[in-house]
């Protein structure tokens, strides 16, 4: 009966026939009528050639291979099938059958091959019939497979582990992998062996490998991902690399685009193997490959998007697998040629009429452009905007969404495409030729760190590919334009906490920049190199002995700038308070006081103050070593008023680090006095040098910006102070009226008024730096004016307080706070303090506020 239903050339004898299969009850049965189905198509496909040329056609036009096979398996395996505790019973007689009919029909294809190529005498029009059918049987296979996975592999396995049957989950992707390994060994069968070009019809096979490299094998791996299972996918790659390599010779390949790329890439991420790396990035060159890059008109044939994603994940699967002894070979190939292909975007006149414009074309959604205007407008605080990114490309706009992103972690294969992703938007915006001004690294690096900030695992792969940038920017062949802020913004993202808090990652790191600290790198570079490694060390502080040598070295370097860098980089330590073993430290410190360049006396003078500040140090015995170190008294002004202004302003910052000395127990039990902190010498010492290096300032005319500098951090450093320190007494204070002139010469009323004047004067110069026109050239003039602003604004606050403590609410009533009782005076009457009277506002200001 079966062989007589092929005869019946009718599609409904062919459902007809899968019909009967599902009536049978035995598996026995079944199983013989899916060998004898399977035997006899077969054979007529053999006769075919034969057949057809006395005119008697079977499987000719009217019908094929795949149409009369086809229905058997829909009906045996592609038809949806339960796997729970009911089903469970009739699973291996079941799933046997699905073997059988994947077995018989890639043995029988495989033997109808071999017959063809090993008999020379039939003629060429009946081995083309009959190898035109088995192409198209496996054009069938590879869409079958596909939709076995998506419905089968990825479904039902995940409810066979639930109801605790890994065996017959096991079986499942079995069959998956012998299926997708017969089809590959078949089209590699009929690629390498039946050489003729008038046999062999490749339309069908391109179309299959199409479906195995975009969409079986990214299914299938993601599928054996989730279980512990490890099958040897060398053999099915090696496979695929034969046939891609065949197939360039007859006819251009239809998945060389960037889709592909990106699934390949992720691909190829995810294996540990580094066989079956090799062998998939093979596959990525053997395909990509074909992109024949010395001719322009064969450019103008792909997108350019898809030149530069394509381009992009190259040399990012390139940099990855760099450090791979295995892979290094085959990660150069991917390199040179993902920056073939970034620099030949533009070349063309196609590509020049879009290039001002190149991330926003507006004729296509493409998955690139979403990302590019994603990040454009910084809608990269969290990763979940990448996987909405992603949904909204692949969905239409009626459609709703069906994950919740803010609440679902990524997959393991969607971790790898965002990474990837995102270093393939990165080589692009350094190595492209194109205007890449609409996409700049630093966006690009905000994309990244916030991926690794939830998966920081992945950091050790982000990092070959930003030493590539940054060889990319000190490289002066490669006619990078934005070398300096590509640099610094690379070289800072290499110091993040996305970056240095991956062990392997930080290993990564310190190993490139610890060789960009050594003598003969370029100062420009070695020194920016220095100064970011107070921020490594904030991100890991297990490196902090090996920066701590690094900057020893770098202090005695007979290079000033590297001294500068070196010097502000300590100062950047003992700021965030990351130094220890201080002891040792110190005498770097106290060596840079003296050198021959200012910004480095500078930055040792801001790293005492930090140390002093972190209680590292006492502020009185800085002073003292201060001043033997400078060979200077700090009594005298003028001589400290002649210092370079870099040394005067770092002295001036340390001057307002000091505080109250405690007193010892055994001195308070012996002299009896009350546990009251005293000022110490040395800091009354400071305080009176910012108020006497205020009044030098206001009878030397010097010009207004290094004035301003040094009056900003002289208001700083006094705000610091508490009224104790900065020398007002409150009784003294409650003692004087404002009106009696003879004690305005005690030394804490004299403070008391300087101190009033100096605020007056901050906030009159501040408004002359604001409206002066003689700076317009100093990019940070209002800064300037702003900090003035507010550490004035703090001193009189601080004034205003000791006021209200020392006088109360007798203020503005004239009146001692000792005696309250006592009235005002005939000749006092209707009279208010001097303190109060200052306190108002002078009448000029009072108009400008109307005015």
Known sequence: YVSTGLENKSEKSFVKTCEICESLKHSNSRKFWIRARVHHALNFVTRQGVLAKSGDEILGQSSSLKEVLGPLFQSCILQPTRYDNQHLSSFDSRHSEKELLVRETLWGCSNVIHNVNGTGNEPIDSQKDVVSCIASMIQYLSAALSTYIRQVVCVYCAQLIRNKAEEEALKVLELSYEWLRGVCRLTQTILTKIIDPQIITTNPLAEGIDAIVTT?????????????????????????????????????????????????????????????????????LSIFGL??????????????????????????????FSPRPMCAETSSRMKLLGASLLRRIGMSPHDEERNDDFFSHGGKPHLLNMIAASLRKNDFSRVEGFAGIILSSICNEQSVPMFDWERRELSLADQSTGLLLGLSLLHGCVTSKSNTNALQPRQVYSFIGSLLNLYPRMASRTVPSIIHVLRTCMDPSAGYDCIESTLLVSLEFLASESIISDPHGAHLVWKYVSSLTNDGVPTAVRSSVIRILAKMCGSNKKLFRRIRDVI?????SRDPFIRIAATATLADLA???????????????????????????????????YLVVNEELEFDLVIRVLEKRLGVDLCDTPTIMKLDSLILEGLLMLLGTGRLEEIDGESESEEGTDNVPIVS?????????????????????????????????????????????????????????????????????????????????????????????????CSNTKDVAKDILHSVSKLFRTLLLFEDEVHGSFLFRGLSIRNPKVGPSLTNEGRVSKAGISQLPDAVDVKNMFE
């Open 216 to 284: 079986i094998l990214p299914q299938l791996s993601s599928s054996l991902s989730s279980y512990p299972i490890d099958f040897d996918l060398a053999g099915i790659y090696s496979s695929l690399l034969s046939c891609i390599t065949s197939l360039k010779r007859h006819e251009k390949l239809m998945m060389v685009n960037g889709t592909v790329a990106i699934r390949l890439g992720t691909l190829a991420l995810n294996l540990q193997d580094n066989t079956e790396i090799v062998l998939v990035c093979g596959v990525m």
């Open 291 to 320: 992109i024949d890059t010395t001719l322009c008109d064969t450019i103008e044939d792909f997108e350019a998007e898809d030149l530069f994603m394509i381009g992009g994940i190259l040399c990012s699967l390139g940099c990855v």
């Open 552 to 556: 020893g070295r770098s202090m005695v």
């Open 575 to 609: 700021k965030f308070d990351l130094l220890r073993d201080v002891e040792e430290i110190i005498g770097w410190v106290q060596s840079r006081l003296q050198d021959e360049e200012p910004a480095v006396a500078h930055f040792a003078l801001v790293a005492l103050k």
């Open 681 to 777: 010498p040395e800091l009354s010492k400071a305080v009176s040098l910012l108020l006497d290096c205020h009044h030098y300032l206001q009878n030397v005319d010097k010009d207004i910006y290094s004035n301003a500098v040094i009056r900003r951090r002289i208001y700083a450093s006094l705000t610091e102070y508490t009224p104790q320190i900065l020398g007002l007494d409150p009784d003294i204070m409650r003692d004087w009226d404002g009106l009696n002139d003879s004690k305005d010469t005690l030394p804490e009323i004299t403070r008391f008024l300087a101190l009033k004047s100096i605020s007056v004067h901050g906030l009159d110069f501040a408004a002359q730096l604001l409206k002066s026109h003689d700076v317009g050239t």
